[in-house]
């Protein structure tokens, strides 16, 4: 009964440490080029409207605000350093050169 019960978690724990396993370089950096890919700067609308008819207003506020994951640092650093953390390894090539990006 001891002995099931020590495969059983040692059969757990590597589960665990599967799921903490890199993935592949490839595969890292086709998810790192979308994280640091250009964002739309902050931008926002304010508008206000007063009819004629009597005391109607009408008022409306929007703000979007994209920031990539490099701050407003060198995306090509965040790029290496975001492949290398997911798969343990340096990208295959450079941001700058990958066809898929629009930075």
Do not use: H
């Not at 350093?81 to 941001?95: E, H």
């Amino acid at each position: 009964m001891r002995a099931a019960r020590a495969y059983g978690l040692l059969a757990a724990g590597a589960v665990a440490l599967a799921a903490c396993a890199p993935i592949p370089v490839q595969e890292a950096e086709a998810q790192c080029a979308r994280l640091v890919g250009p964002r739309a700067p902050i931008s926002g609308e304010i508008g206000l409207g007063v009819t004629s008819g009597g005391p109607r207003t009408t008022a409306s506020v929007g703000l979007n605000i994209g920031v990539p994951i490099g701050g407003n640092g060198d995306p090509s650093a965040a790029f290496d350093r975001c492949v290398y953390n997911k798969s343990g390894r340096m990208p295959t090539r450079p941001l700058y050169a990958r066809t898929d990006w629009k930075g």
